[in-house]
């Protein structure tokens, strides 16, 4: 008698060899939702559900979590652990591990896990049996499935370690080899930057497909679903120094979309050697990464450290068919952060790489005041040129580098950019004016003898440039480019730098906004 796994598994093999069409294996959600148990599953199959479900009404997330979670304090909520023995893929003794979030605190939004087995989809169940609950926790005896926050993964041969975890909204970060969170990563974006809330897409079902006894990486695929927007994703995830994520995505619109954001990635800069606004604190430096990198079309390399603006502030970056950008934490000198806790000098750069060509769009970047480290203030995405409208399949390909990028200009990099009062020291500055120091280290440049003729290229949007110089920083491999900008109002100033000789440029190209005191 043929069982009804034996059933899906034929069915499986017979869409495979394309006797069948994945839409056959198709089960809609109000089918499925009743149904307990196994349910076949493909990559085929998530893309026709995403696609599916932008065609019907968004159903927002239900928030009724029982009184016990939904009333957790933060001290309840960090007395609950996951236990251990229980983690998936543990028993099988494999070689990645995956374990649970509990729902409460900031997470109220419940998602369905699934582990898929020969293409074979099985819930997992939520269990008190799974946590270690805080003494003075109470909650009743007998709880259901509630389901889960959310779950991070483990790798040999260091299982107490996370390599990577999803927790909330469409949210996701992961470690290099410094074993460091740091930055997050989303799914999508979807009109941030803009005058009015942005709107936070949520992953609402995963599947993690068990690995071999041999596997190199794991595989997750993802269900997201938000009031405009449906998606099906996969993650190929290879840990390593450099975590490295290979991600597709489909993406339906349920209506149009003014800003999308395709790879977006989430930091934190309160305060550093270019902008202390905030820096009422012994610790020098404050941030989880430093600056912007991109990688443009047309080869050019462009550094742009961060600010924490006074205002919200959206820079737009045209391209076409980016190489790649990032948000990274260059400076690895502890004592230029003297934080043994957060160490924020170990905190891993984010990479994105394209993998298919993205056209004509921009790399947007959102600065956000903040005066508290625990808030992330940076946002970075890719912006295609061509709107999301309602209908539309759109599909993105690219890898997220978590650790070191894994390419790098040939040309000098910039290591510091600091910024004071403009003039000479000991002469009346009659003009007010800023002055602008920017260090660049590597290439040709550091190979220069002290007496080469180096020429900054400076330009300003608005204002004049003052005394631009470019010399050697004896004792180091930099070399200094200094200038003063006098400007002319209290409108924001985009300022651009790099470094040549008569054989071309030397450096990277430095970008800054600079916005002059009221």
């Known amino acids: 008698m043929m069982t009804r796994r034996d059933l899906l598994a034929r069915l499986l093999t017979l869409a495979a060899w394309g006797v069948l069409s994945p839409a056959a294996l198709y089960t809609p959600l109000a089918e499925a939702k009743g149904k307990a148990g196994r349910k076949p599953f493909s990559k085929a199959w998530l893309i026709e559900e995403a696609k599916r479900l932008s065609r019907k009404p968004f159903d927002p997330p239900k928030e009724k979590l029982p009184a016990w979670i939904a009333n957790?304090?933060?001290?309840d909520y960090q007395s609950i652990r996951f236990k251990t023995k229980h983690s998936i893929w543990a028993k099988q003794d494999l070689p990645f591990q995956a374990r649970l979030f509990h729902l409460g605190l900031f997470f109220k939004h419940p998602v369905e896990i699934y582990e898929v087995v020969h293409g074979v989809a099985e819930p997992i169940e939520y269990s008190t049996d799974l946590f270690e609950f805080g003494s003075k926790l109470e909650r009743p005896r007998k709880v259901g499935d509630i389901g889960f926050a959310g779950f991070r993964v483990n790798a040999e041969p260091d299982f107490e370690r996370d390599m990577f975890a999803f927790l909330g909204a469409s949210y996701f970060r992961a470690v290099g080899g410094t074993k460091q969170y740091g930055l997050s990563a989303r799914g999508l974006a979807v009109d941030t930057g803009l005058p009015r809330p942005e709107e936070f897409p949520e992953f609402r079902r995963f599947w993690l497909e068990r690995p071999s006894p041999k596997a190199e990486f794991v595989t997750i695929h993802a269900l997201l679903d938000s009031p405009?927007?449906?998606?099906?994703?996969?993650?190929e995830v290879n840990p390593g120094d450099t975590t490295v994520m290979e991600i597709e995505a489909h993406l339906f619109p349920r209506e149009s979309i003014e800003r999308i954001g395709i790879a977006p990635l989430t930091s934190m800069y309160q305060h550093g050697e270019n902008d202390r606004r905030v820096s009422d604190d012994f610790r020098p430096e404050i941030h989880d990464s430093d600056g912007l990198a991109l990688w443009a079309g047309t080869?050019?390399?462009?550094?742009?450290?961060?600010?924490?603006?006074?205002?919200?502030?959206?820079?737009?970056?045209?391209?076409?068919?980016?190489?790649?950008?990032?948000?990274?934490q260059r400076d690895r000198?502890?004592?230029h952060y003297l934080d043994d806790g957060a160490n924020y000098h170990l905190r891993p750069?984010?990479?994105?790489?394209?993998?298919?060509?993205?056209?004509?769009?921009?790399?947007?970047?959102?600065?956000i005041p903040t005066a508290d480290e625990t808030f992330d203030n940076i946002v970075v995405f890719w912006s295609p040129e061509e709107l999301f409208q309602p209908g539309q399949e759109r599909v993105f390909k690219y890898r997220l580098h978590w650790g070191e990028p894994p390419v790098s200009s040939r040309a000098a990099k910039v290591v510091a950019t600091r910024i004071g009062a403009g003039g000479i020291p000991g002469q009346k500055n009659r003009i007010p004016s800023r002055k602008f120091v920017i260090d660049f280290e590597g290439g040709r440049l550091s190979d220069l003898p002290e007496t080469a003729k180096v020429e900054p290229i400076i330009t300003t949007s608005r204002g004049q440039i003052k005394e631009p110089a470019a010399r050697p920083l004896r004792g180091t491999n930099a070399w200094r480019c200094n200038f003063d900008l006098i400007s002319d109002g209290s409108e924001p100033v985009d300022l651009r730098c790099y470094l040549r000789d008569e054989l071309g440029a030397l450096t990277e190209t430095w970008l800054y906004q600079w916005t002059p005191a009221a």
């Open 299 to 328: 080869d050019e390399w462009i550094w742009r450290p961060l600010v924490n603006s006074p205002v919200v502030r959206v820079n737009s970056f045209v391209d076409n068919n980016p190489k790649g950008f990032g948000l990274l």
């Open 72 to 75: 957790l304090d933060w001290d």
């Open 228 to 235: 405009s927007v449906t998606g099906a994703y996969t993650f």
């Open 333 to 335: 000198n502890f004592d």
């Open 349 to 367: 750069s984010a990479w994105v790489e394209p993998l298919d060509g993205w056209g004509r769009g921009a790399v947007q970047l959102v600065e």
